[in-house]
């Protein structure tokens, strides 16, 4: 009898570890929350489609006093651009400031001068805005730089990362930091930018969709999906050159409307946020 016994309890004992070992394998880890919301989705009104210059690989994007300001990139091809009429999309002026070294990115003007960043060469470019052929001052960031955008007081700057900058636009000096963060985490590669009616929307660079950034804590709070839009509105068009990915947000605080591209679109879109 002891001898069963024994051997039943063995078996037993074989059971419960191996019901234990099977639910420790199949447990699954939850995803760390950091307590955000998830983003809301914001929806696009297109309105207009007009014909953009297919040589801009665009880095920077802004209405100002009824004309459309781009910044350009890539090694000795990079510009800034003034176009008076966006619906032909033809360029009034270019300034070419690009070399083998300068890489263009993005653009804001605040109290009448433009604001435009590099990419590596650690250079900010000021223009009067009155005259984009010569820079009158020049700023030395320690970051890469990619978009900027300003408030009443700051100009906000990414440099590929998570983290926004709130820049003195006097002296250049960083006042502070925020890291964008979603329901899932921090957000990567936050590109171009552009303030509306406070908060910051961004291009998270090759992706197909802007995030909308509350400038106070970093948290994303909305979300407008673009996806396959170049399929959608141009893949069978005969394009000289190779597309790239969306960017390039620009906002007309007039007539509420806002303005987005891609790095050598033939398109640019006019829309209002619904």
Aim: charge should be negative; aromatic fraction near 10%.
């Amino acid at each position: 009898m002891t001898k069963y016994l024994l051997v039943a309890i063995v078996i037993l004992l074989s059971a419960c570890n191996g019901n234990q070992s099977q639910n420790e394998e199949t447990t699954v880890a939850e995803t760390p929350s950091t307590g955000i919301p998830a983003p809301k989705n914001i929806d696009l009104n297109i309105i207009g489609i007009y014909p953009h210059d297919t040589s801009a690989y665009t880095q920077g994007l802004e209405i100002y006093n009824g004309k459309m300001y781009e910044g350009t990139g890539d090694f000795e091809t990079s510009s800034l651009r003034i176009i008076s009429d966006i619906k032909t999309g033809k360029v009034d002026h270019k300034h070419m400031m690009g070399t083998n070294k300068i890489f263009g990115e993005g653009i804001t003007i605040f109290n009448n001068k433009i604001y435009q960043l590099t990419w590596q060469s650690h250079v900010v470019n000021v223009y009067d805005i009155n005259n984009i052929d010569k820079p009158i001052k020049i700023f030395t960031w320690p970051y890469e730089g990619w978009g900027i955008t300003h408030t009443a007081t700051d100009l906000i700057i990414s440099d590929g990362t998570a983290n926004l900058y709130f820049v003195n636009p006097d002296n250049f000096k960083i006042r502070t930091t925020v890291q964008v963060t979603d329901n899932l985490g921090p957000v990567e590669a936050i590109n171009e930018l552009e303030l509306i009616d406070g908060f910051v929307f961004a291009n998270v660079y090759q992706s197909e969709y802007i995030v909308k950034i509350d400038p106070a804590n970093g948290h994303v709070v909305g979300k407008i999906d673009l996806p396959n839009i170049k399929d959608k509105f141009f893949k069978n068009q005969n394009i000289p050159v190779r597309t790239d990915v969306l960017n390039g947000i620009a906002y007309d605080s007039i007539s509420k409307k806002i303005y987005f591209t891609g790095k050598r679109w033939p398109k640019m879109f006019e829309a209002y946020i619904k």
